[in-house]
Nanobody, 123 residues
Framework: QVQLVESGGGLVQAGGSLRLSCAAS????????MGWYRQAPGKQRELVAT???????NYADSVKGRFTISRDNAKNTVYLQMNSLKPEDTAVYYC?????????????????WGQGTLVTVSS
């Protein structure tokens, strides 16, 4: 079974830091883009940051300069380093990945989501 497993959420004071991790497991042939999204209470899920297999990154304006996305292709893992956290960063953070898996003689392309990890920033 192919899945994403997240870790690293928790409670932190404003101005603090947290690091999220997300590891992909299963019969994965390759992983293209990976990213982080978040959903605050009563709001829609929004993009936080993405990173391609080649390392190109994209950030939401609200987190630029504070968050850094990175990945370890050998470990099929993506990270989100979050610094200078603000109360408005409070949300459930979801990992996302576009993966290629072997399916018999061919390939399948799947979009995976993690189960979500809660980040709470107190003022």
């Amino acid at each position: 079974q192919v899945q994403l497993v997240e870790s690293g959420g928790g409670l932190v004071q404003a101005g603090g830091s947290l690091r999220l991790s997300c590891a992909a497991s299963g019969s994965i042939f390759s992983i293209n883009a990976m990213g982080w999204y978040r959903q605050a209470p009563g709001k829609q899920r929004e993009l936080v940051a993405t990173i391609t297999s080649g390392g190109s990154t994209n950030y939401a304006d609200s987190v630029k300069g504070r968050f850094t996305i990175s990945r370890d292709n050998a470990k099929n893992t993506v990270y989100l380093q979050m610094n200078s956290l603000k109360p408005e960063d409070t949300a459930v953070y979801y990992c996302n990945a576009d993966v290629v898996v072997l399916a018999g003689p061919s390939y399948r392309y799947l979009e995976l989501w993690g189960q979500g990890t809660l980040v709470t920033v107190s003022s």
